[in-house]
Each structure stands twice: as structure tokens, then as C-alpha cells.
């Protein structure tokens, strides 16, 4: 699924890249100084900045070391919907969510129920034998035995 970003918040990633592009005299930031700055995940930060760029209102300038933001056209964020842009991925995020829990319930009760008292069993044999138990006495080696007495 292709994210769309919203109004605000491309507003609000393009506000980050200016205000650190000043704080570092003209040098575009990285996504993780923006992440950072914006208090986001870098993760969704970088889906943001790639959205963005499908837009034509940022551009991602890639070095060998780094991936730093640029602003190319800040009038192609008035074309963004307005509204969430997260819709789409709160949607599929629940329903990962659903199919996890149904993946944990089956796997408890196929591993949960039955196991867990076979393994009770198991638990109250081992103690009844245990209670049983009388340690056997050393064997004496040759070393341990008394010296011989002198009459």
C-alpha cells in the first residue's frame, strides 16, 4: 500500500527541514534529525519524506554516507488531502493486529490446554518419587579406609 501524506503533515516535515536547514546555515537535514526534531519515529519519518518526494514537494539528496531533505516545491503541498494520511495504515495496522491475536489464541490452546496439565502430572510424579528418595551411602575408597592399628 502506497502512503499518501496528509496536509498537516507535510506542512509539518517541510516546517522541520526549514527551521534545521537555518539551525545548520543552509545544510538540509538528514530524516533523522527531522524524526528527531519532530519527535516521530524515523521509520515513519522516512515514509513521510518518500511520500513527499512521489509529490514533487521535497527531494531526497543521497550521498555514499547519508540521505539529507531538501525543500524542491513547497506550493505541491497545498495539493495534499487534507485530513489524516495515516487512515490507510491505522486500518491495516488493526487488522495485523486482529489476525496476531487470533494467531496467539490458537497457538495457546493448541500448546496451553492440554500440555499444561500433562505437565502438572508430570510436575506431581516427580515429587512423589522424590519423597521416596533415600540417598545411598558412599562407597569407600581405598584412600578413606582407617590405617591399620599397631598392636
Do not use: C
Amino acid at each position: 500500500m502506497e502512503v499518501r501524506a496528509g496536509y498537516e503533515e507535510g506542512h509539518l516535515v517541510v516546517a522541520a527541514i526549514r527551521v534545521l536547514a537555518h539551525r545548520q546555515e543552509g545544510r538540509p537535514p538528514t530524516v533523522e534529525e527531522i524524526a528527531l526534531l519532530l519527535k516521530l519515529s524515523r521509520e515513519w519519518v522516512g515514509v513521510l519524506v518518500n511520500a513527499l518526494e512521489r509529490e514533487g514537494a521535497v527531494r531526497a539528496l543521497t550521498g555514499p554516507f547519508e540521505t539529507r531533505v531538501e525543500i524542491a516545491d513547497a506550493l505541491r503541498l497545498e495539493d495534499l488531502p487534507r485530513g489524516a494520511s495515516s487512515a490507510g495504515v491505522d486500518e491495516e495496522l488493526k487488522e495485523f493486529a486482529a489476525r496476531k491475536r487470533e494467531e496467539e489464541e490458537k497457538l495457546s490452546k493448541l500448546f496451553g490446554g492440554a500440555s499444561a496439565s500433562k505437565q502438572r502430572e508430570k510436575l506431581d510424579r516427580l515429587a512423589d518419587q522424590f519423597k521416596g528418595y533415600k540417598p545411598k551411602p558412599p562407597k569407600s575408597a581405598p584412600f578413606m579406609k582407617d590405617p591399620p592399628e599397631d598392636p
